[in-house]
């Protein structure tokens, strides 16, 4: 499915960044020392971007009842699902303006907001102004990873593009891991606000390291238009990029799929994210025992990270992806049994490598089917649309709970998510190896 365009096109690099020639599908041809330290921040703006999500997750049991907001778990799961649906929007339309604009813009941009609305969380008076701020965060928070991922992918050799963009999600778990263990000391400390505050740290630090280090680049379609023209082709026989361009063939099935796949990984990983201190307290354990069943979630979603990225780059990213939601819908069903404690800790990590794992490979496998005018609104469409389930998981486990169906309710829930994920893949590869088949049988026509 990738289109190799005619000719290179050199990147326009910005004030202060140490910025790599760029061909006009995307990844140099050598890692420079100014790429790597490109890929690092995109990296830490991730971590933020994790920690952000996460931790409303910590906080919610204490502002069911602590805040005097009147929140209800049916109530708490509404408002923890603003920032998905914040992050679907932004998702959906930072991955097109990165595509329109340029990378670092888009980066910076959504890392400011979600940065500052983040802050104000601290602030907020009540449920409802509370809500109306993590949905602003949010639209910076959706519109942050797939702009990173488009220009790592632009920035490292092709042949590292599945593992650099497997082990740059893994800053989402970090950041989720940090907030579990920040919480156990501030929350009881300094109360849940200080939670919030610790997202500035992003806008003083790692935003000015973005000014710095992130290299600036052609909007992709004008630099597509310029390798065209000077190849002597016209723009009517250039392929237009946009979100039209991915529903309709070659590509139309399979983003589909890539879509849905994504909106049941995202249900299960998130709804976990958001449900899991909150369902362990109601299981009996205290605060600072649920937040330690949270850490090994997330420490499971690193350690998935890098097992994905190398069972990625052996056995390609959809089959390691197929196994990976296949482990996360056991390791979930096991939880249903009620075992010990030991086992809960280790299913969870299970559950942490397997559902966070596969959203992993879904982002290389796009970063790695789609040419270079498409790949930011691919993965904004993949992660936009997909965040359908992070807004609906978090509503689904409050309601769940709300109607007294328990703790193992959740579990099944996400469970079976997970193993629709898996289905979902199995046809994505079905339906690559087909057209490959096709593409090869035409070429040796």
Known sequence: MNHTPPAAVPQR???GAAAAPLAADGPASRFTKGSAAAVLVCWLLVVFDGYDLIVYGTVQSSLIAETGWGLT????GTIGSMAFLGMMIGAI???RMADSWGRRRTILGCAVIFSIFTVLCAFAPNAAIFG????????????????????VAELVPAKWRSIIATLMMSGVPIGGSIAALVG??????FGWESMFLVAVLALLIVVPLGLKYLPETLAPASAEDKAAKAAGIGASEQEPSGFS?????????????FAVATIATLFAWYGLGTWLPNLMQLAGYNLGSALTFALALNLGAVAGSVITAWAGTRFGPIPTAIAAAAVAAGALVVLVTGPSVGIVYFMLVLAGVGTHGTQ?????AVASHYPGHLRGTALGWALGTGRIGAVVAPQVGGLLLAAGLGVNSNFIAFAGAAAIAAVLLAAVGIKLKSKLAISEGAHNV
Do not use: D
């Open 245 to 257: 361009s991915l529903l309709r063939a070659p590509y139309l099935g399979v983003s589909v799929l």
């Open 93 to 95: 339309f930072a991955g």
């Open 73 to 76: 778990k049916a109530t708490a």
């Open 132 to 151: 109306v701020l993590r949905l602003l965060a949010g639209i910076g928070l959706g519109g942050l990873v797939p702009s990173a991922n488009a220009l």
């Open 13 to 15: 690099s910005s004030p």
């Open 360 to 364: 992993c490979l879904i982002i290389a």
């Open 184 to 189: 156990i000391q501030l929350i009881p400390a």
